[in-house]
């Protein structure tokens, strides 16, 4: 049988219960930093981060993102073979795209005409009613606000679909029109 040091996890003296164990950071020499390799390990990681950002702010111009012919877009060409036309890639991040604003804070929600503030506890059997019915309307109202986020979203999708099937159905006439001409040259179609 070996001996095995048993180790505290708690400072003797101090009362614990059965199967309780407190893990707590420690530090030993007064100093709280990174040792040598840990700064350097923290350094090389910023320094990276800072060629990364540079880097992409160079490039994030000539980013494109890759066509979806299934949608109807036009694949980009050079235009130089068959009397393509040129069509021009899209851009991941668009050049007269606005600059970042920050979210307006929230505003509590506006009192219904008859309704009473909360009070820090309700006294009388009136305020009881009017606190549960300011819980009611507050519930209803978050209801409410999230109905018109979903129906705002609905909106968009349509649209977004509808713009889609308009870009199909240009690009399947576009289509027709360019194999009729090819079939009978010199004709109008």
Same mark, same amino acid.
């Given at each position: 049988m070996v001996?095995?040091?048993?180790?505290?996890?708690?400072?003797?003296?101090?009362?614990?219960?059965?199967?309780?164990?407190?893990?707590?950071? =420690?530090?030993?020499?007064?100093?709280?930093c990174f040792t040598s390799a840990e700064a350097k390990a923290m350094n090389e990681q910023q320094h990276r981060?800072?060629?990364t950002e540079l880097m992409f702010e160079q490039?994030?111009?000539n980013l494109v993102r890759p066509r979806n012919p299934m949608t109807g877009e036009q694949t980009p060409r050079t235009g130089a073979n068959?009397?393509?036309?040129?069509?021009?890639?899209?851009? @991941?991040?668009?050049?007269? =795209?606005?600059?970042?604003?920050?979210?307006?804070?929230?505003?509590?929600v506006t009192l219904k005409p008859g309704m009473l503030e909360p009070k820090e506890g309700p006294r009388l059997e009136e305020d009881v009613v009017a606190h549960e019915t300011h819980k009611q309307m507050?519930?209803?109202?978050?209801?409410?606000?999230?109905?018109?986020?979903?129906?705002?979203? @609905?909106?968009? @999708? =349509?649209?977004?679909?509808?713009? =889609?099937?308009?870009?199909?159905?240009?690009?399947l006439v576009t289509n027709f029109v360019d194999t009729q001409r090819k079939i009978f040259p010199g004709q109008h179609v």
């Open positions: 001996f095995k040091k048993k180790v505290f996890k708690q400072k003797i003296g101090t009362k614990t219960n059965a199967g309780d164990t407190e893990d707590v950071k =420690r530090f030993t020499n007064g100093h709280k981060e800072r060629v490039k994030k111009d068959y009397n393509e036309v040129r069509v021009d890639p899209y851009p @991941l991040i668009q050049k007269n =795209r606005p600059t970042a604003k920050y979210p307006n804070p929230q505003k509590a507050h519930r209803i109202d978050s209801i409410r606000t999230l109905q018109d986020n979903v129906e705002g979203e @609905l909106l968009f @999708l =349509r649209k977004k679909m509808q713009d =889609r099937r308009q870009k199909v159905n240009q690009s």
